[in-house]
């Protein structure tokens, strides 16, 4: 199985979108046309800075099969404008549960408040979330744009005491499903290669696995 090969660089906070777009977390990695413009310099070896090295899913969204929730499958719906910071909290508590992300929590949430601060300003956020009673017990961020390098912004995020109950699963198909309303015929999810979500919850509707080999550059002052 051959790795694809994915550049990214840091950008300053301010440049919101673009900060989020070229992000190297696994959800919007740049392209390597855009890894070496000046004033960058290489940061990381070609595993990129953090290991275990990353994992990209893909799923053919007329391919993922018919799935019929049953009696006491979890309710979820989209999430509202006002449930932005407790939709970042459920994604935070998930991945702070997960050995996978403990050396790269703190890009995560740099990462997720930005592209939150994005989506929920939106009139409708494109996100899915599992309410249990009062609160939230998972969520999944998405993105439709086609030419997206990841359309999982953040896929589904299950607190752990809620896990190992099929609820990712039925998230992801909700997620699948949504994407290809919006007229997706292919979607990309991104993620670290010895986490739950690649090892149990993203092969799951025929998702095929592919080794990512991530590279970071560092933005640095010109002269």
């Not at 940061?43 to 099969?65: K, M």
């Not at 929920?120 to 961020?141: D, M, Q």
């Not at 198909?173 to 994407?179: P, T």
Request: proline share 9%; glycine share 6%.
């Amino acid at each position: 199985m051959t790795s694809r090969f994915i550049s990214a660089h840091f950008t300053p906070l301010g440049m919101l979108r673009q900060f989020e777009d070229t992000f190297p977390m696994p959800f919007n990695l740049a392209t390597a046309a855009t890894a070496n413009t000046p004033g960058n310099r290489p940061f990381g070896v070609a595993r990129g800075l953090f290991t275990p090295p990353w994992v990209s899913f893909s799923w053919e969204t007329a391919q993922v099969p018919s799935f019929q929730p049953g009696p006491m499958a979890p309710l979820i719906r989209p999430a509202t404008r006002e449930e932005g910071e407790e939709v970042l909290k459920v994604i935070m508590l998930s991945l702070s549960m997960d050995s996978g992300w403990n050396d790269s929590l703190a890009l995560a949430e740099e990462y997720l408040k930005q592209a939150i601060h994005r989506l929920f300003n939106a009139e409708e956020p494109l996100c899915l979330v599992a309410p249990k009673g009062n609160r939230l017990i998972a969520a999944s961020i998405l993105e439709a744009d086609p030419l997206a390098q990841n359309q999982l912004v953040c896929g589904p995020s299950v607190i752990m005491e809620y896990r190992n109950r099929g609820i990712g699963k039925h998230l992801l198909h909700a997620s699948l499903s949504m994407l290809k309303e919006r007229g997706l015929d292919s979607v990309i999810g991104m993620t670290r290669a010895n986490t739950a979500a690649a090892r149990y919850v993203y092969p799951k509707f025929g998702g095929k696995s592919e080794p990512v080999q991530i590279t970071t550059t560092k933005s640095v002052p010109t002269a």
